[in-house]
Each structure stands twice: as structure tokens, then as C-alpha cells.
């Protein structure tokens, strides 16, 4: 039973430019969520997709956005990069019936230069 | 607003018990506790919903205190596999139904020596 995944494991990107990470939800899962993990911090709410419509949004700018598709997989898009959105992203997924257990994916770290 | 956590660290001799406390100035629906190992994503430890009882498997507990908005994670007899980074997770009340995103604390870094 493969686990929430997803990619790329690395990425480097300049200052100005956008990026698009990619999450797979565990098997039988149909909701996810989008954390920002700073070094030395705990993760920080994005949002969260359920029926492919954003459901909850927390304090980031909208620069941020995301997508989820049909298979139940989603995208995290980031535009206008600033320094400051270097971070360890993590994917979340958990199912409708039992929502509130969210398994975390192994995440994609951004280095913003 | 972001659960407080105590300690930031602890050390501790394996075999020893460790309790790591997160604290909320808001109502909350539920306490849900991670461990995050170093380079890894955080790993689902237990939730603990408003009205629940106190949860626990193998040598991991903990409880949740609706009055005063407070959890603690209990670690009995602790293993080196223990070691890593604890993170509670809050929930606040949600009108529409379901989940909120979680709000985390800092963390609280245990480090079990042999």
C-alpha cells in the first residue's frame, strides 16, 4: 500500500520565478493538505483540497495556489518566489471518513536563490 | 494562534519516562501529536478529540484537558527509537463540518542516549 508521495525530492529555483510540486495521495485517501515547514519549525498550514475545491486556506498570500485533480492528486503552485519561501513542503493526505488522521508525505525541499 | 509547547528539548537515558506539554489559548476540537525524525516527513502518533478519552499504544499516552486547552504526551520506559522532534497539532471548532488545517507548535526535541 504505497503512501503519500511526492516530487521532486529537491528543487532549485531564482528569486521571480514560480514552481509547481506535485502530491499523491496514501491509497484510498481523497483529501490533502499543503504544509511550509521552515528550518527549526513546525509545518504551517497552506490549504486543503477536497473534491478538487480548495476547503480551508491559511495565512499565506495568493501566491500560493493549488489544484486537485480528479484522481485525487494535487499540485501546489507557487509564483513571484521570493527568499523567504525556502522551505520543506509536505504533502498531507487523509479520507473523509476518518479526516483527521493526516499522513504526512517524505515533503520536497525548495531552495529559493 | 500557534499551541505552545514544553519543553523546547529534553535528554533522557533510555529506560527513562519523558512528559512533553502543549498548551492552546483556544477552544479547540482536537490535539493531534507527531514525530518528526531528522530529513523525514512527521509521523502520526495519536489524535485526541473534544470528549474523547485519553489514548494511548504500547508505551506512548496522552491527554487532552478541554477546560484548560492542554494535551501531554506521555513516553514510558523510552527507546533510542524515540528520539526526534514531537509536534501537537491543534484544531479549532469548524462550522462547516470536517477538518481545519492543523496549527503546530515549535516542536519539543527529545534525545534519548544510550
Known amino acids: 500500500d504505497a503512501g503519500v508521495t511526492q516530487s521532486p525530492t529537491h528543487l532549485i529555483k531564482t528569486r521571480g520565478q514560480q514552481v509547481t510540486l506535485r502530491c499523491s495521495p496514501k491509497?484510498?485517501?481523497?483529501?490533502v493538505s499543503w504544509y511550509q515547514q521552515a528550518l527549526g519549525q513546525g509545518p504551517q498550514f497552506i490549504f486543503q483540497?477536497?473534491?478538487?475545491?480548495?476547503?480551508q486556506r491559511g495565512n499565506f498570500p495568493d501566491r500560493f495556489s493549488g489544484h486537485q485533480f480528479p484522481n485525487y492528486s494535487s499540485e501546489l503552485n507557487v509564483n513571484a518566489l521570493l527568499l523567504g519561501d525556502s522551505a520543506l513542503y509536505l504533502c498531507?493526505?487523509?479520507?473523509?471518513?476518518?479526516?483527521?488522521?493526516?499522513?504526512f508525505g517524505p515533503g520536497t525541499r525548495l531552495t529559493v536563490t | 494562534q500557534q499551541p505552545v509547547q514544553s519543553p523546547q528539548a529534553v535528554i533522557l537515558r533510555e529506560g527513562e519516562d519523558a512528559v512533553i506539554n502543549c498548551s492552546s489559548s483556544?477552544?479547540?476540537?482536537?490535539v493531534h501529536w507527531y514525530r518528526q525524525k531528522h530529513g523525514e516527513a512527521p509521523v502520526f502518533l495519536m489524535i485526541?478529540?473534544?470528549?474523547?478519552e485519553q489514548k494511548g499504544h504500547d508505551k506512548i499516552s496522552a491527554s487532552f484537558n478541554e477546560k484548560k486547552q492542554q494535551s501531554s504526551l506521555y513516553l514510558t520506559a523510552s527507546q533510542l527509537s524515540y528520539s526526534g522532534t514531537y509536534f501537537c497539532?491543534?484544531?479549532?471548532?469548524?462550522?462547516?463540518?470536517?477538518?481545519?488545517?492543523?496549527?503546530f507548535g515549535k516542536g519539543t526535541h527529545l534525545i534519548i542516549q544510550p
Open positions: 498531507a493526505s487523509s479520507g473523509w471518513d476518518r479526516v483527521y488522521e493526516q499522513y
Open positions: 491509497s484510498g485517501h481523497d483529501t
Open positions: 483540497y477536497y473534491e478538487e475545491e480548495e476547503r
Open positions: 483556544k477552544a479547540l476540537y482536537s
Open positions: 485526541l478529540l473534544k470528549g474523547g
Open positions: 497539532g491543534t484544531e479549532c471548532p469548524y462550522s462547516g463540518g470536517g477538518a481545519d488545517g492543523l496549527t
